[in-house]
């Protein structure tokens, strides 16, 4: 990474810049995010005439599903599937721009409102996990900063854990654990804070390790580095020095895997709602494909991928606010 | 090179006796893992059954070791599928035209969007759950992650000179592709469908946990989960033990597929 900095040719700073600067950014990123919304919102629209079958009947749970006859009728008039293909296209993408994602069959509801009722459950357990996993990660970070001897090695089996452990093996054992053997707390996700100690656990020690691995190598990096011992040689302490300096140089590649722990994020809400009967999108997403109710999958997979685009991008903008190299790059 | 670490042996013994129980399950385990015994329903470990047995009588043991192959055999077909999917991919990207890179990079960002298990129940909710579903949805979900890194390294060896050296004798770009080019990825993607399997393993023993892959009674490790969630509170060894096996097959793969990459790295 030194290398690469050392590379880069020497810049002219100008003074008034900043809209050029920012500008042809914000318009890459914005072109890029709309695309691969359309691409994606595309590729569901095609996902549905995959389904072998009576594409109404397909919408409606596959032919098992033994769907009314007025339900059908329903399903081809919403999804327009007497139309040419290109109009039924046209008009999923038109009701899309206005939010409307179609009606879940299942639970009888517009799809927009069954993902709203669920968003915020899953939404709140994603924040804790990734701040518990942030905690975990930096204090181990900082353990191993200051030649703790145990650091390294609880720091390996997390990383073990993080990749070779399935949320759900890892919930029973901690329910095993905690609840029926030491019954300190509940094993289904109750109302209140003791409800959520345990699927945050599941979620976060792995999401931990990952983390861990990546902040690890770059504060002990920066700790060997010389504008740390500049501020040693200024008297900074050694709390100062760890966090003032170190912390926030390792800042940059932990926000860098910020798209990677969106997806770990969702992918373990799915099994961590469902283990621990809390409701969530993960759960509803669960139950939706079981039942092969198409149109909340797809809502549920489209709104997945807008939050995706989300993060990566604030991350870039993270990115390019923290390290000013990027800016001045013109990237 | 380097004297293999006390860690690294362990996860050779782990890996021996697992694939030793796919291919002969009957050594380790004679007895039959569908036959019911319903008056030894629910025993707790001993000697007779190491770790347990089921709400049916039938030991655990014997079923996690009749499991193995099946289990294996989806981890390692998910992970073909997805190298597969990703070696095309990636080739397209790393050789081909520049529009082709383009178009190809684009692709494989839109599926990047799809996170996670995310492409794989989009998959399911198409075609309908079961075993070989599932194996191709976590093989479909896995390759975006194998492209990007197998077209980075296409683009490494592409400038190297022994490819300059292939074209300059007058061979043909299929010749090239497959005599030159492949052979001297070989090593890395070998490590990659090491390190890949452990995440296979994982992801398609979820979605049979969850009752989308692989259904009891099957002898499937993830399906032998599911079959014991009912029970988690009560007779913690149905579910423990089939668990125990996936972490293991999983970490000992990462192990030795990590142990190998560091070797690649410094030959």
Redesign the interface.
């Known amino acids: 990474m030194a290398g690469s900095i050392a590379a880069q040719p020497p810049v002219t700073t100008r003074t008034g810049g900043r809209a050029r600067r920012w500008l042809p950014w914000l318009l890459l990123r914005t072109g890029g995010v709309l695309?691969?919304?359309w691409?994606?919102a595309t590729?569901?629209f095609f996902?549905?005439r995959?389904?072998p079958g009576d594409p109404a009947e397909a919408v409606l749970g596959?032919p098992g599903s033994q769907a009314s006859e007025e339900a059908l009728a329903q399903a081809r008039r919403e999804y327009g599937l007497d139309r040419p293909l290109i109009l039924q296209y046209l008009g999923y993408l038109g009701r899309l721009l206005t939010g409307d994602l179609g009606r879940s069959y299942s639970l009888r509801a517009p799809v927009a409102e069954v993902i709203g009722e669920n968003l915020g459950g899953t939404l709140l357990l994603a924040l804790l996990s990734l701040a518990a996993a942030a905690v975990i990660a930096l204090g181990l970070a900082a353990w191993s900063a200051r030649g703790g001897k145990g650091a390294s090695g609880v720091s390996s089996v997390l990383e073990?854990v993080g990749?070779?452990?399935?949320?759900?093996?890892l919930a029973?054992?901690l329910?095993?654990l905690f609840?029926?053997w030491l019954g300190w707390l509940p094993?289904v996700s109750v109302p209140g804070p003791a409800g959520l100690v345990l699927p945050v656990l599941t979620l976060a020690i792995p999401l931990a390790g990952f983390l861990g691995q990546v902040m690890r190598e770059s504060i002990l990096d920066a700790m060997a580095s010389p504008f740390v011992l500049a501020a040693r040689a200024r008297g900074e302490g050694e709390g100062g020095v760890f966090w003032r300096h170190a912390a926030r140089h390792a800042a940059l590649p932990a926000i860098g895997l910020a798209?990677?722990a969106?997806?770990?994020l969702?992918?373990?809400a799915?099994?961590v709602e469902?283990i621990f009967a809390r409701p969530g999108l993960g759960r509803s997403?669960?139950a939706?494909?079981?039942l092969?109710d198409?149109p909340l999958?797809?809502g549920i997979?489209l709104v997945?991928?807008l939050g995706?685009?989300l993060v990566t991008t604030l991350t870039d903008l993270a990115d390019r606010l923290a390290d000013p190299r990027l800016r001045r790059a013109g990237r | 090179m380097r004297r293999p670490r006390p860690l690294e042996l362990i996860a050779a013994a782990v890996l021996l006796f697992l694939v030793l129980a796919a291919l002969f399950p009957s050594l380790l385990a004679p007895g039959d893992p569908l036959a019911i015994h319903p008056a030894e329903s629910f025993l707790a470990p001993s000697w007779a059954h190491p770790f347990g047995t089921d709400e049916s009588g039938r030991g655990i043991y014997t079923r996690i070791v009749h499991g193995a192959g099946p289990s294996l055999v989806i981890g390692l077909s998910a992970t073909a599928i997805g190298i597969g999917l990703a070696l095309v991919l990636g080739l397209a990207a790393g050789l081909g035209p520049r529009w082709l890179d383009f178009g190809t990079t684009r692709f494989v960002e839109v599926l990047f969007a799809f996170p996670g298990l995310l492409l794989a129940l989009l998959f399911i909710v198409i075609y309908g759950p079961g075993v070989v579903t599932s194996t191709i949805a976590v093989g479909l979900s896995t390759a975006p992650g194998y492209a990007r890194i197998i077209r980075s390294q296409v683009l490494l060896v592409r400038r190297a000179p022994y490819l300059e050296a292939a074209r300059v004798l007058g061979r043909g770009p299929a010749v090239r592709v497959f005599r030159t080019l492949l052979p001297n990825l070989a090593g890395s993607l070998f490590v990659l469908v090491t390190l890949g399997i452990g995440q296979s393993i994982v992801w398609a023993s979820s979605l049979s946990y969850l009752g989308l892959g692989a259904v009891p009674p099957a002898a499937e490790w993830g399906a032998m989960l599911s079959a014991g969630r009912t029970y988690v509170a009560s007779f913690w060894w149905m579910s423990f033990f089939p668990g125990l096996f996936i972490v293991l097959s999983a970490v000992s793969t990462t192990l030795i597929g990590r142990s190998l990459q560091n070797r690649v790295r410094s030959a």
């Open positions: 695309f691969v919304l691409a994606v590729i569901t996902a549905i995959l389904i596959g073990i990749a070779a452990v399935p949320h759900f093996w029973i054992s329910i095993l609840s029926t094993p798209g990677w969106f997806g770990a969702i992918s373990g799915v099994v469902s997403l669960l939706a494909v079981q092969r198409v999958v797809i997979v997945v991928a995706y685009m």
